[in-house]
């Protein structure tokens, strides 16, 4: 098996004020992406969320500030599409609605409304309840490919909450449509090439061979969908990978598919809400055709802020680009893998 799992191991030393001055080591790993070759930090600190948030000043205030995408304003206080794009203006599936996005992050900018509820609980997610959301950015990604032969590169985003760069409580996707990759996808996509290039096979059928065979960050899969914790987290917890293997492009998701997804992402979710996380990023990297790429994404859990409003992001990755994990995924794959399946919502 070509994909490699490297690490670097080492300690550093200090005199405890906690353990009556003593002298210890304490690890350090500087772990390597398997796909990338980016590195990130990984650390065991014991380090956990052990009480529950109290979101109710965030909700309350929310409410207080003027919202767009509430029923009674959104018809008036939303953009709509060019007509050659979307003669509709808006895509409408359900009580989900897509508009464009304020913030042009590429040239073809969506947000996808969740429904008319202001807020959602992390662990009402089910899959019918992310479901038409889901729908409508999938509807609007296939109107965009057919409209602009030279879009490439597709994603679906979600900032859940105020923690994860949310500027709105109320719960929507960020669907981005353009002709060139972001830093991430980039790197993916040379690394798949480049794989291919030096074993002949695909970078993505390996890993999950690999990761399957190890174990210790392998959650399970629901239908067309792999999970498992990420070797190289991008945030402060460790982070959740999914994969579909038979799939290029986000343009070949059936409903079947998008429904397995959604009861996967639902159980990652009751995860985060069992430890008292209330707030994630997640994005899927989508491509229109590429014989080395699968469609893949991530989910990262996002700390709310303590009383100091200190951010769960540093010098590190702002300035260096360099992640760290207080927790090391494998040893908190057990928990993840029995909510994942104990705890499955319908």
């Not at 109290?54 to 309350?60: F, G, K, M, Q, V």
């Not at 662990?123 to 032969?149: G, H, N």
Request: net charge negative; hydrophobic share 35%.
């Amino acid at each position: 098996m070509a994909v490699s799992f490297k690490s670097i191991k080492t300690t550093t030393r200090r005199i405890n004020p906690l353990k009556d001055f003593t002298l210890e080591d304490v690890p350090l790993e500087i772990r390597y992406d398997p796909l990338t070759g980016r590195s990130g930090r990984v650390l065991d600190t014991g380090f956990n969320v052990s009480e529950k948030p109290n979101l109710s000043p965030i909700i309350e205030k929310s409410k207080e500030i003027f919202c767009p995408f509430c029923p009674e304003t959104l018809e008036k206080s939303t953009p709509l599409f060019p007509e050659d794009l979307l003669p509709e203006g808006r895509v409408q599936v359900g009580e989900a609605t897509l508009i464009p996005n304020l913030l042009p992050l590429d040239k073809y900018p969506g947000v996808s409304i969740f429904s008319h509820q202001h807020y959602i609980p992390l662990d009402k997610f089910t899959p019918d309840v992310m479901r038409d959301a889901f729908s409508a950015a999938l509807i609007f990604i296939q109107r965009v490919l057919e409209f602009d032969p030279d879009v490439g590169h597709c994603y679906i985003n979600w900032n859940y909450m105020p923690p994860a760069g949310s500027s709105l409580v109320h719960p929507h996707l960020q669907v981005n449509c353009g002709e060139t990759a972001t830093n991430q996808h980039r790197e993916q996509l040379e690394g798949c090439k480049r794989y291919n290039k030096a074993h002949g096979t695909n970078f993505w059928h390996d890993f999950m061979e690999q990761e399957i065979t190890l174990k210790s960050r392998y959650i399970g899969e629901i239908g067309p969908v792999f999970w498992s914790l990420s070797f190289v987290p991008n945030g402060y917890l460790p982070d959740v990978l999914f994969i579909f293997p038979d799939h290029k492009t986000v343009a070949q998701l059936d409903e079947s598919s998008l429904l397995a997804f959604l009861k996967g992402l639902s159980r990652i979710l009751l995860y985060f809400h069992s430890e008292n996380i209330f707030s994630f990023n997640m994005s899927l990297f989508s491509v229109r055709e590429d014989a080395h790429f699968r469609l893949n994404g991530r989910v990262t859990p996002r700390l709310l802020t303590r009383d100091i409003g200190n951010s769960d992001r540093t010098y590190s990755q702002v300035m260096h680009q360099e992640t760290y994990s207080v927790i090391p995924p494998e040893s908190v794959c057990r928990k993840v893998n029995r909510i994942f399946f104990k705890g499955a919502l319908s």
